[in-house]
């Protein structure tokens, strides 16, 4: 049966200000149409008991229970996490861009960022944020449970988008702070260049770090509708304002879009970083199902 | 640049409306703040020149649009030729009837006056630039020719002050004088316009080919001209005019009597009843005659005088009948002798009355002297008999010299005979019996050249068997003309039983024959020698050979020949419009200066150049009718006339439909006014307006909009 949270939009959700309500209907939502996981194994927490059955290893049989019942037990335990994950959400002035009937790309990126938190803490994979424009705003370092979650959304709930984009050098100093290989979710527009972003991803990937790119895009910065006239106003920089006739030169404009996405799509590529672009009027639901077949295609 | 539509001159204003929309939408901006603002710069760099040249460009073709359909609906003309560059400048030939038929309607109010402010208005009308130039018609005016063609103002001004007056309007020979003089100014756009009363006698059907064949001239020049006729004036109805004057006399002596027949003619519808013809002299009146004239009638009158002195005189006629002054006189300069001397060299003198071989001819010269009368002769005779009867010096005191039957002339004598007809002499010879042939022939002929023909054989009755007779016929000569009319005699009366053969020579181009024989013998026959002139007989001037001398018509036919052969001595007195006026004047005024004043009260100096033992003042500007008067170095006054054709006075003008067909060879428009000239030459110059090259703009700013539009879009797609 399909879940509600697969029906509602992307604008629908953004009525609701709880993430993490948000974020288990969409990630539940996610995972009801698909067969249950029995992600169960040695864990350092008691999970349950059942029959041993011929083949069993003996040593994970419950002699405490077998001296009270006469019966052989098997002791099960949660799974134990080997997977560390940091979340690392832009929060420069250009995530702030959004059109009129639908929702920002920070809105997009922060609610993103805790479906994904919280489908990691549900698989108890320990996981990390770090919020950032021109320099970190804030880190939290990876962990696991449900009081980390509660950090974790708070923050992300708090966070509110400003300054430049300035991801080379954020992400080189990111670098040494995040020691234990692991996974990097990076959550951004993307738009700085794409020759120092690549550069400075590779120094994670040298890091032996595996890295999901989730780059949000608006439809308008896809599509650029506009018509008459229009004085475009950075969302970074105070001074900057350009006066045109949008119409005149749309077409070059795409044009340079192609480009910038090309370049930024083969230096991902090359190393062999996961490129997801994702426009802020898609489900989260097809991100999450981006971010597992990736996964799994991984595993 | 005018325009028909000047209000809507205001619509150009719309060009602005392209603009307020545009400026409009900027002004009505959204505001994005964008994020991509590095995607945006690079397009915006890579593009914006051109974009703002294509914007530019679009919004030019959308302000010029209305801005120039406002201006083709207010209609623009172009007045101000200065406003075109390069074609405003008219190269213009004005040709002006200045003939004396202008003049109908009185001198200060008639046609002329309309006509010469019409021409003055159009030279100045013209661009700065232009060149004019103004042909008279009828005769060329000084005062013109010194004002420059450029100078329109001046020109302008000095055409406003032309007088008609002149004679008969060369139309076709205007015409070609202006394509030549066309050919020689310096614009572009060309213009001949006739300025004229259109008169149906310059403008004839006899003179169509004439006109035809300058109208080609005009069209195979390689910028051929725009022509206008501008009829001026209305047709006069009444006018009579005095056509011509005959003398009875070639030279006129002191109180000899000379008989002056006015020719009248009433050109008009109006019968004139009880017109006064006066007769004047030298400005006074002498006499009066009272005619009537119907409408188309010509009529004679007739005045008697003798001058009371010698020099020159000038008679007058005039009928004081309407406006039209110039036809209604008719004058003459007449020069008046005291005496004309004459030598006769008698070869066969005689004692017995009327066998000399000169007596006869004596007689007749001076048939008052002999006859014994109150009344004189005009010419006086001395006889000699051989050369030395006369000191050979005296012989330049005689007017003519007569050769009777003499039989040998001495060396010298010829020489001073060849030098004295040189000089303007006269030389009347008659052959006789005496004459040595052999030395006419050799000497007088083949030596000296003063013998017209040489005396081939003698026509005895034993060779010719029958008489001859003067053939009766209708004589040019001036000496001859007389015997046209039957009352002077008859010179086939006479009868001749021997003559001279006359060796006649087909190429002989110098010699007239002045009367002939019945046989087709030349009777007598003329050749010019320098000044003068030499007429030699076929027979004596006695009865041996004929019974002329006992004929009525001795006596006018002797004292014509005489009279003539001395007259050539004078240049003519009367002479028609264009022809020098010359006269002969002492040796000692050579280097000096004679004056002459033309009609118009206007003096000029004229040089007495050397002619010989003369001198010569020679006036060649006569284009003016009327009266001319110079004045010697010495004093001495001569008069001379010069006359027009009284062809004229016909006032009958085309009528509007001949007119278009005068026009068609020369492709002419006729028009009646300046207004119209004006109209015509704005249409001519720019078409009838500008609003249709204009429509053609706006439709193709329209297209390049439309197209230029298109590719804009097809470029942001």
Known sequence: MAHVANLLSPTDLQKISNLQVVARLVVEGFFSGLHKSPHKGFSVEFAQHRQYVQGDEIRRLDWKLFGKTDRYYIREYEEETNLRATILLDQSGSMNYGNENGVTKHHYASRLAACLSYLMMQQRDSVGLVTFDTEIRRFIPQRSGVGHLRVMLDELDQSKPAGETELSDVFRTLVPRIQRRGLLIIISDCFASVKDLIKALAHFRAAKHEIVLFQIMDRDELEFPFESWTRFESLEQADWHRMVEPAQFREAYLENLEKFQKELIDGCRRHRIDHVRLITDQPYAEALAQYLTRRLGRA | ?717
């Not at chain 2, 003539?564 to 022809?579: C, D, M």
């Not at chain 2, 110079?630 to 085309?654: C, I, N, Y």
């Open chain 2, 1 to 717: 640049m005018t325009f028909l539509n000047f209000a809507l001159l205001g619509g150009v204003a719309a060009a602005s409306i392209p603009l307020i929309i545009h400026l409009l939408h900027r002004s009505r901006f959204r505001v994005v703040k964008w994020g991509a603002t590095h995607l945006m710069d690079v397009a915006l760099i890579k593009n914006s020149r051109r974009i703002r040249i294509e914007q530019l460009l679009l919004l030019l073709l959308r302000c010029l649009i209305p801005a120039i359909l406002a201006f083709c609906m207010a209609r623009p003309v172009l007045s101000q030729l200065a406003a075109l560059a390069g074609s405003s400048k008219t190269s213009m030939v004005l040709l002006l009837d200045n003939s004396y038929s202008m003049e109908s309607g009185g001198k200060d109010t008639g046609n002329f006056v309309q006509a010469r402010t019409t021409a003055s208005e159009i030279i100045t009308s013209l661009g700065r630039g232009s060149d004019v130039e103004v042909i008279l018609m009828a005769g060329e005016n000084p005062d013109l020719e010194s004002v420059p063609n450029f100078d329109l103002s001046r020109l302008g001004k000095a055409v406003s002050e032309l007088d008609a007056g002149y004679g008969r309007a060369d139309v076709a020979g205007s015409f070609e004088k202006a394509a030549a003089m066309l050919g020689k100014m310096q614009n572009t756009y060309r213009q001949i316009v006739v300025v004229g009363d259109f008169q149906k006698i310059s403008w004839s059907d006899e003179e169509a080919p004439n006109r035809a064949r300058a109208a080609e001239l005009l069209k195979a020049m390689p910028l051929p001209p725009q022509v206008t006729f501008v009829h001026q004036g209305v047709e006069g109805h009444d006018n009579v005019s005095v056509e011509s004057l005959d003398f009875s006399r070639l030279i006129v002596g002191v109180r000899q009597p000379i008989q002056v027949r006015a020719n009248l003619r009433n050109f008009g519808e109006r019968t004139y009843s009880e017109l006064r013809v006066y007769f004047r002299v030298d400005g006074t009146e002498k006499g009066a005659s009272q005619i009537n004239l119907g409408p188309g009638e010509r009529q004679q009158v007739l005045f008697t005088h003798a001058f009371e002195t010698a020099g020159s005189h000038v008679i007058e006629i005039v009928a004081d009948a309407d406006t039209l002054k110039a036809d209604n006189s008719f004058q003459a300069a007449i020069p008046v002798w005291d005496t004309v001397p004459v030598l006769l060299f008698n070869g066969a003198p005689s004692v017995e009355p009327l066998k000399g071989e000169t007596d006869f001819l004596e007689i007749a010269l001076q048939p008052f002297g002999k006859s014994k009368s109150d009344l004189t002769d005009l010419i006086t005779t001395k006889v000699i008999d051989n050369e030395n009867g006369l000191k050979i010096e005296d012989l330049p005191k005689y007017r003519t010299v007569v050769l009777a039957n003499v039989r040998q002339l001495s060396d010298r004598w010829v020489k001073a005979l060849k030098e004295f007809v040189n000089n303007g002499g006269g030389l009347l010879i008659f052959p006789g019996d005496r004459i040595d042939t052999t030395w006419y022939n050799r000497v007088l002929a083949n030596d000296n050249g003063m013998l017209p023909l040489p005396l081939a054989s003698l026509n005895t009755p034993a060779t010719a068997k029958k008489t001859t007779k003067i053939i009766s016929q209708n004589y040019s000569h001036p000496a001859m003309e007389m015997f046209n009319d039957p009352r002077n005699g008859n010179l086939s009366d006479g009868e001749i039983s021997s003559w001279f053969k006359l060796a006649e020579r087909k190429e002989e181009q110098t010699v007239n024959v002045l009367a002939r024989f019945e046989t087709g013998e030349p009777f007598l026959v003329e050749k010019k020698l320098g000044e003068g002139r030499i007429i030699l007989s076929a027979i004596p001037c006695d009865v041996d050979w004929s019974n002329l001398p006992v004929r009525s018509f001795y006596l006018p036919l002797t004292q014509r020949l005489v009279v003539y052969l001395a007259s050539t001595i004078f240049p003519p007195r009367n002479f028609e419009v264009g022809k020098p006026a010359a006269v002969f004047l002492e040796k000692s005024a050579i280097g000096k200066k004679a004056m002459m004043v033309d009609p118009a009260g206007q003096k000029h100096d004229v040089p007495v150049i050397d002619k010989g033992t003369r001198g010569l003042a020679e006036f060649r500007g006569t284009q003016r009718p009327g009266q001319y008067l110079l004045t010697a170095p010495d004093g001495k006054v001569t008069h001379f006339v010069a006359s027009t054709s009284r062809e004229e006075s016909d006032l009958l003008q085309l009528t509007a439909a001949e007119r278009v067909k005068v026009a068609e060879p020369f492709e002419a428009k006729v028009i009646t006014s300046f207004k119209e000239f004006q109209e015509l030459d704005r249409s001519r110059r720019f078409g009838s307006e500008l609003w249709r090259p204009l429509m053609w703009l706006v439709l193709a700013m329209l297209f390049s909009e439309l197209l230029l539009q298109q590719w804009v879009v097809r470029r942001r797609r």
